[in-house]
């Protein structure tokens, strides 16, 4: 143990469903299972605990064989590389068997089980990452996380460029959990990473979206992105990166303003305002759909009412033109389109502005146009194009009128263009 050091007690070690999981793998072999990874990590550094693993001396069919005696589910997620996930009340718990490297190939490992800690230890990325408590909070430190973890240092175990080499995600996980945990950035770690980012190609790219979506949500990820950017990484990563003035200026937002951190509009920042370059992306990443949409809409040139009139998001919106946007943009494409435009305004008179602009876009919902192909087809509108042309007519100006909850109104416009439109 490290000198007797324990975690402060915590709610995640005392749940129910982490002593059900504990208690299950502890009565198979007593003294098998330690917590091990963020949970342990993040308990030191005073952060939230999300996920729990769990590393123990049990083989996966003794795991199984323990949690169907407990009664508890479970899913055999890696049982290749001795993983097995314990599910109590909804809640997954990730069960790994101590591990050794037997052959790397910078993006698969092949393992042999171990009964040894400290080989266990000696296979992972980072030393903060290497760092096991004991279900009563005892710590087990083999290669000196600890402090590391209380000093907020991101420091590959051994020999930066050998870790890299056996999974060149390391790379990305570097500069992710230098964003989320760190105030600086190991310069032997990005040295290494800076030689070696070609391996980054052979990366999936599922996993090398899982990476920088994580590193571009943290509090503050500037100054890693400005290591990303310094050693190279990122024009491989993300080639169509523009530079980072934007993105900053949107993080510097975010910290003043009590905004919550999101990855996608900090990607956007990264690009030019190019539609099919976001869509190019997305499709070389694998973003899902809905993330690749969001893209798209948030980028390029945007009709007002299909009439050819190109409007620009700018801080100085009146009330009526923001009801515009938002009925052809939509919540989302506004608010990411108006962050946009403030991280690209230098004028901080302007920032009550564009935080006016957000206000007036929360809790907004998009009018209906009452008015059906029926009606129109009563007007003397001859049935096919011609009622979708009336129509669009219509709302045209139902828009332009900041669309008036006027029946009358809207049936009296209605014959005035059916009859110009003969």
């Not at 050091?5 to 299950?24: D, K, Q, S």
């Not at 993040?42 to 003794?62: C, F, K, S």
């Not at 030019?272 to 969001?294: F, I, T, V």
């Not at 608010?335 to 302007?350: E, H, K």
């Amino acid at each position: 143990m490290s000198g007797g050091r324990l975690l402060a007690p915590a709610g995640w070690i005392t749940a129910p469903e982490t002593r059900a999981v504990i208690g299950a793998l502890e009565a198979a072999q007593a003294g098998c299972a330690r917590f091990v990874g963020g949970c342990v990590r993040n308990a030191l550094m005073g952060r939230p605990v999300d996920d729990i693993d769990i590393a123990t001396l049990l083989v996966p069919d003794e795991v199984i064989a323990a949690l169907q005696a407990a009664g508890l589910k479970f899913a055999p997620t890696g049982l290749a590389h001795g993983t097995v996930t314990a599910i109590v009340h909804g809640r997954p718990f990730e069960i790994t068997t101590l591990r050794k490297d037997v052959e790397t190939d910078g993006r698969h490992a092949v393992v042999a089980f171990t009964t040894d800690w400290a080989q266990d230890a000696a296979r992972r990325d980072f030393r903060l990452n290497a760092i096991y408590a004991t279900p009563d909070g005892a710590l087990f430190d083999p290669v000196g996380g600890i402090e590391d973890a209380l000093a907020g240092r991101v420091v590959f175990i051994g020999d930066a460029q050998d870790r890299i080499r056996e999974d060149y995600l390391r790379i990305l996980r570097f500069f992710r959990l230098s964003a989320q945990c760190s105030q600086s950035v190991d310069p032997a770690g990005l040295a290494a990473c800076g030689a070696l980012a070609e391996g980054i190609d052979a990366l999936s790219a599922e996993r090398v979206w899982r990476e920088l979506k994580k590193l571009l949500a943290a509090p503050d990820p500037r100054l890693a992105l400005a290591a990303m950017a310094a050693s190279g990484v990122l024009a491989r990563v993300l080639p169509e990166a523009c530079g980072l003035d934007v993105c900053d200026r949107i993080v510097a937002v975010d910290s003043d303003s009590f905004f919550d951190p999101d990855g996608l509009l900090r990607l956007l920042a990264l690009m030019l305002d190019d539609p099919q370059a976001a869509r190019d992306l997305a499709r070389r990443l694998k973003l899902s759909n809905a993330e690749r949409d969001r893209l798209v809409a948030a980028l390029g040139q945007w009709s007002d009412g299909g009439v050819g009139v190109d409007m620009r998001i700018v801080s100085y919106l009146s009330a009526r033109q923001v009801r515009r946007a938002l009925y052809h943009l939509g919540a989302q494409a506004f608010r990411d389109r108006v962050r946009l435009g403030w991280a690209r305004d230098s004028n901080p008179r302007t920032h009550s502005q564009w935080r006016a602009l957000l206000a007036m876009s929360e809790g907004w919902v998009r009018p209906a146009l009452k008015l059906t192909g029926e009606q129109v087809a009563a007007a003397g509108v001859p049935r096919g194009a011609r009622i979708g042309a009336v129509m669009r007519e219509v709302e045209a100006w139902w828009i332009d009128a900041d669309f008036p909850d006027d029946e009358l109104s809207l049936i009296e416009r209605l014959k005035a263009v059916a009859q110009a439109l003969g």
